[in-house]
Structures are given as structure tokens and as C-alpha cells.
């Protein structure tokens, strides 16, 4: 469980990133981390567009630079973007500096106040720097999507039992995740609507619960 739903001293390392909106409200938050593709990221847009949902993309610094369309394209549709480094690398794997300086530089291309580190770790000292610039989002909700263990069914069992009021759910726009999304995506989209779930973009100025309840 400390995979799809973190735990609550994870989240207590980080205080005031967001982890979870509010509780009280039958809201969803759908984020795709990793992209812009075009082997996954057009796929996801028109999924999207069919359901009627709006979700946020945290992108990859190169490719918005390999790919600038595809993150126009996101933005034209009505989506948010997200910042998540430039070249996807961990804060524990490089010094303070190099970590930021590659967060920065890939602001340079998304222009967004919200930032998502890759893999939800960071060192605590990079965590203090980006926080005065961006509002940290991480997740309620990993649904494992690029996993080589789990199937498409594997990844909609995973919205299904640990989705809740005010869930942010990540998926991935990644060659690790499309075939396994082309199924799983829209299944979890219509079982959440089923369930009565509204699709919500990011507000910070929105009650939010950063840790367990």
C-alpha cells in the first residue's frame, strides 16, 4: 500500500505539498506524469475530450523541448501543466544544486507554479527551495499503470480501492504505461463517474488534506 496510497510518515516529510484535496468534497484529481509522447500523449488528450474530464500534466522538461506541440496541445484542450524537472531525475541521485537547477530549467519551457518531483522523493533542502516557487503536488493515488507486473485490469483495481473524496490519481503518458492505459483509462474514467466522482483541476487557494484521515 505504500506504493499506490503513501503512507502518512511519507507524507509528513514533506508538510506542505499536497498529497490529497479535500475530503468533504466527491472530487477527483487525474494527473499524467512523464510525457509529452506523441506514442501516448495524443491517446490520452482525445480519452479526455471523450469523457469530458480535464486533468494536469506533469511534464518532462525534454520533451517539451523535443515535442513543444504536444505540450501547446495540452494547454489548448484546457488542461494544466506541471513542472517535473527537465531531464526526470531523483533528488536523493544529485547534489541540491544540480536537482534544482534542473527544476528550473524546465520552467523555463512549462511556465507553471506547480511542481511534482520525479518518483515523490526529494532531498529535504530541495524541498525548502522549491516550495518558496511552487506548490508541490504529489498524490493520493498511484495506479501503477507502468508497471511490467500489473495489467490493464491490475491498474483499474487500483483506482477502484483506493480511490476517495478529493483523490489525486497519477497515471503516466510513458511507453511504460500506453498499452496498458488504451484499456485502463477509460474503464477508470467511467467507473468513476459511475461513482459519482467529479473531475477537478488544481485550486490552491481549495481546502486540501496533506495527510492520511
Keep these: 500500500m505504500i506504493i499506490e496510497q503513501p503512507s502518512t510518515w511519507l507524507r509528513w516529510l514533506y508538510p506542505s505539498a499536497i498529497w490529497r484535496m479535500s475530503h468533504s468534497e466527491r472530487a477527483v484529481y487525474l494527473t499524467f506524469d512523464d510525457g509529452p509522447i506523441p506514442e501516448a500523449t495524443p491517446f490520452i488528450l482525445d480519452t479526455l475530450d471523450r469523457y469530458g474530464v480535464k486533468a494536469t500534466f506533469f511534464m518532462v522538461g525534454d520533451n517539451v523541448r523535443k515535442y513543444p506541440e504536444l505540450m501547446e496541445e495540452i494547454a489548448r484542450r484546457g488542461h494544466r501543466l506541471g513542472n517535473h524537472t527537465f531531464n526526470h531525475i531523483g533528488g536523493f541521485g544529485y547534489r541540491s544544486k544540480t536537482f534544482l537547477r534542473n527544476a528550473y530549467e524546465a520552467d523555463k519551457l512549462i511556465h507553471s507554479h506547480l511542481f511534482r518531483p520525479p518518483r515523490g522523493w526529494m532531498r529535504w533542502t530541495q524541498y525548502m527551495r522549491l516550495r518558496r516557487k511552487f506548490t508541490i503536488i504529489m498524490w493520493d493515488v498511484v495506479t501503477r499503470d507502468y508497471s511490467r ?13 483506493y480511490t476517495r473524496n478529493g483523490s489525486i490519481i497519477t497515471f503516466h503518458d510513458s511507453l511504460k ?16 463517474q459511475a461513482q459519482g466522482y467529479e473531475f477537478r483541476l488544481f485550486d490552491v487557494n481549495q481546502p486540501r488534506s496533506r495527510h492520511l484521515k
Design 149 to 161: 507486473l500489473l495489467t490493464a485490469d491490475d491498474v483499474v483495481n487500483n483506482v477502484k480501492r
Design 177 to 192: 504505461s500506453i498499452d496498458k492505459l488504451r484499456t485502463a483509462l477509460p474503464q477508470s474514467i467511467e467507473w468513476l
